[in-house]
């Protein structure tokens, strides 16, 4: 793909490549990218397919930053029950995924469901809006990405967002930001979106929220940020 994978984009080690970065509005973009892609793998195949690892490195972007779902290597197919088709070739998989983005369901020896992907785009919602992985030497014990996003919310927003999302409002040649355009109902938006990567990472998979609801949730706030541009 021209503009190669998320992972670059968040974490890129080239210093000419750091220079480019995602505004809010680009990365919600990539974010119902995805969602939408989940959605038709989830529920609107013949056979509903489970990707088993969604991650940075697995999103490629196009020449207009549309995303793209990659590396379909550990995909299974479920049965018209929501049972796994090939859960006999599932055995020997053990953890169903990457470290940090697989669902914690999964490493009990809990069987596959889209639940799984669900909790994965959660991680990587808020590994977007934060630029740290889950695996960040930052987290270890009881803190972990999603537990992390959590108490930021109650007031600490600001602190946790990866600075170079706010490019879009104060971007310049020598890429100094600026917050003075920054506006509260773009702080708004990104709490939204937090809130649903926080609902998609929840421990259990009953809790999680369904791609459906994440799609029409993110296609929400996108029309807030367009019209709080324009206003």
Known sequence: MPNGSLEMWLHSEDRVKQL???????????AIDVASALLYLHHHCQTPIIHCDIKPSNILLDDDLNAHISDFGL??????????AFHNQLSSVGIKGTVGYAAPEYGMGSQLSTNGDVYSFGIL???M???????DKLFKDDLNLHNFVKLA??????????HS???EVGESDNMVTSWSDW????????????QIGLACSAGSPIDRMDMSRVSLELLSIRRKIILDQNS
Do not use: W, Y
């Not at 995909?75 to 796994?84: C, I, T, V, Y």
């Not at 109650?154 to 990866?162: C, N, P």
């Not at 708004?188 to 937090?194: A, D, G, N, P, R």
């Open 129 to 135: 809006l934060t630029g740290r992985r889950p695996t």
């Open 153 to 162: 919310l109650l007031g600490r927003v600001m602190e946790i967002v990866d």
């Open 75 to 84: 995909a299974r197919l479920l049965s018209k029950s929501g049972k796994e």
């Open 20 to 30: 480019r970065s995602l505004n809010l509005l680009q990365r919600i973009n990539i």
């Open 125 to 127: 919602l808020l590994e």
């Open 183 to 194: 506006t509260s109902g773009h702080t708004e938006c990104l709490i939204l979106v937090f």
């Open 165 to 167: 999302i706010f490019n």
